[in-house]
């Protein structure tokens, strides 16, 4: 598992970062695949400290800290020797329109502090795939390239090195890690298998020396040697420029009236919904990839539909219409043949591992999600509206089509799987999806739609429980209920608006949801209470959702939007105070998760598009409440 303290891209490729600036992914040539490394991690051989003269950065002799420059994606990571008056530092970002990753070494040396050779490892994995991969120099160029397939990366320097290749032996051993440990690397220049290789770079003797390193993606291996070098030969300053302003461009049309102390935060957030969305293919992905052999989840680095229209609407709110517009044409393509959408995506459209296949364990929402927020879309648009009505209807009826073929003669959606993709059955959360999908497609691309009143009065009788002052989760096959309390209950109130806060008598369900779900939802993390996901909830040792806790932020602005006086101003405080504890909950860059487990980490699947988009939301929410 590659638990990332950080991830920067540029919309065309995506890198993670370790605390000590190892780098956990390279994502090329999209943002969900291929990972492309294993290991990509920093050293120095300190001259003359004998034994102890080889030192991994990510050792405990270092002092760490890292940080994004603000305003900016461009990640520094701070390295300082405990021991003497040394520091490494990283400056790591993605310059705009390339698919590449450009880092710049800084050696700090103080009074007394020991010559040294700075070395950085690469263990590649072409397309995710060990085996079979060449590494070669390039004398000519002056860089290295590992190729497998039609997938290349290659590395370059602004400073002549010493290289070694080698192969990974199947119980790990490595002899470019031996040769870097006896600090000089002289080895072979080329090599073929799981091959890895690491450069050897002396430092002078200045108070600062620095070198700058280019990982470059292409298809083809002459290709991505020449953008290595061409980038490698740019002066950092002018690739700093270039992130920058990329990143000053895009808060500049976010801008919005924030409060202070969370501006920083706000501009993290959209910096992040760019981040993860592949401007290439015209869609968002969920998270990096943090946990691609499946071994603690089924991944994160795909699209799904239900997430990507969440980042698509808030995309379009915050001023970037053309993001949506992509992410629209993109459902175009990967609508299934009977009118659905798969569980989750490649961002190339092709159907990704999923659980949820069977025709009786389908995610309905995802089909609901996009049919909705379409509708919604095109309410943004000015002159283009009909346009995109036009471009958008036929997807639109298909979907529709699909939709009222999975109601039963009840007027109960037919089995499917729940939102947390764990149970099958019909659900309080997925029934709204349908009424506020059915009812927006058919209000702006006029589809087919049933009697969507009598949908709506079963949602209601079905899974509206009394005793407990809230909605039921689920209705199995068999027709019983199940009555265990479960926050995607919330949709009812946003994003599906089957719940109007301004009619009395849905207000009172809606504020009843809300505290009850407060009441025996939340649990104690740092900064204060979040809220799980549902009842018994023990993933990650009862992992409390990021995701949760926004989203009944926003519920809560909802419900001000139509209150006055002390109402108004304690639903207000109390979403300051849920928005409040997500922050404090962040990975330590400031980027918003998923999940805050209590067990084996801090923070789940960060940076997380829906948790991001969410909490921009709540922001544009208390804009317009006046309360910014």
């Known amino acids: 598992m590659y638990l990332p303290t950080a991830a920067t891209g540029n919309s065309l490729s995506l890198a993670t970062f370790g605390a000590a600036g190892e780098i956990m992914g390279f994502f090329y040539p999209h943002l969900d695949f291929a990972q492309n490394v294993r290991e990509g991690m920093l050293a120095v051989h300190l001259h003359d400290w004998g034994e102890n003269a080889f030192l991994w950065c990510f050792a405990d002799r270092f002092e760490r800290s890292q940080h994004f420059r603000p305003g900016t994606n461009i990640l520094v990571t701070n390295l300082r020797h405990r021991d003497c008056d040394l520091t490494v530092e990283l400056t790591d970002l993605l310059p705009p329109d390339e698919h590449a990753l450009v880092r710049r070494i800084a050696i700090l040396r103080g009074q007394g502090a020991p010559r040294l050779t700075v070395m950085h490892y690469f263990n590649l994995s072409l397309g995710d795939v060990d085996r079979r991969n060449a590494v070669h120099y390039l004398p000519q160029q002056r860089t290295i390239v590992q190729q497998f397939r039609d997938v290349s990366l290659a590395l370059a320097a602004s400073w002549d090195f010493g290289l070694h290749t080698g192969t990974v032996q199947p119980g790990g051993g490595s002899a470019t890690k031996e040769a870097m440990a006896h600090g000089h690397l002289a080895g072979p220049d080329q090599c073929m298998g799981d091959v890895d290789f690491g450069v050897a770079l002396s430092a002078d003797d200045e108070p600062r020396w620095e070198v700058v390193l280019v990982l470059a ?274 949709g009812l109130i946003e994003p599906w608006g089957v719940l109007d806060p301004a009619d009395p008598h849905d207000r009172d369900l809606a504020t009843q949801t809300l505290d009850t779900l407060t009441e025996h939802l939340s649990v104690d993390v740092k900064g204060g209470r979040a809220l799980l996901r549902f009842e018994n909830e023990s993933y990650m040792g009862g992992a409390a959702g990021c995701v949760n806790t926004l989203w009944a932020a926003l519920c809560r602005l909802r419900l001000a939007a139509v209150l006055e006086g002390d109402s108004r101003a304690w639903q207000i405080d109390t979403a300051r105070g849920l928005v409040a504890t997500a922050l404090a909950n962040t990975n330590p860059t400031g980027q918003l998760p998923e999940l805050i487990p209590r067990v084996d980490a801090a923070y789940w699947a960060a940076p997380h598009g829906w948790a991001s988009s969410l909490f921009i939301e709540c922001m544009l929410a208390l804009q317009s409440l006046g309360s910014s």
């Open 217 to 490: 993606g292409a298809r083809e291996r002459a290709q991505a040697g020449d953008d290595a070098r061409r980038l490698a030969d740019i002066p950092f300053e002018q690739h700093e420029r270039g992130a920058g302003e990329r990143c000053h461009s895009i808060l500049s049309r976010a801008a919005r009236d924030v409060p202070p102390d969370w501006t920083e935060a706000y501009d993290r957030a959209v910096l992040v919904l760019h981040d993860l969305f592949d401007a290439e293919t015209g869609t968002f992905i969920a998270a990096p990839e943090f946990d691609p052999y499946y071994s603690h989840s089924g991944g994160y680095g795909y699209c799904w539909p239900r997430d990507a229209a969440v980042s698509a609407m808030t995309a379009a709110r915050i001023g970037f219409p053309e993001m949506a517009e992509a992410f629209f044409d993109w459902c175009r393509r990967s609508q299934l043949d009977d009118g659905h959408w798969f569980q989750r995506y490649w961002t190339d459209a092709s159907e990704a591992p999923s659980w949820c296949v069977r025709e009786n364990e389908i995610q309905l929402d995802q089909t609901c999600a996009v049919l909705h927020a379409a509708s919604l879309f095109a309410d943004l648009l000015g002159e283009g509206r009909s346009g995109f009505i036009e471009q958008f209807r036929e997807t639109a009826r298909r979907a529709a089509d699909a939709i009222i073929a999975h109601i039963g003669e009840d007027g109960l959606h037919r089995q499917s799987a729940d939102l947390w993709e764990g149970s099958w059955g019909s659900f309080a959360y997925t029934q709204a999806a349908m009424v506020a999908a059915l009812r927006e497609g058919h209000r702006v691309f006029d589809t087919p739609t049933p009697d969507l009143e009598r949908v709506r009065r079963v949602l209601f009788d079905r899974f509206w429980n009394p005793d407990r002052r809230c909605w039921a989760k689920r209705i199995d096959s068999e027709g019983h209920v199940e009555t265990t309390l479960d926050s995607s209950c919330l």
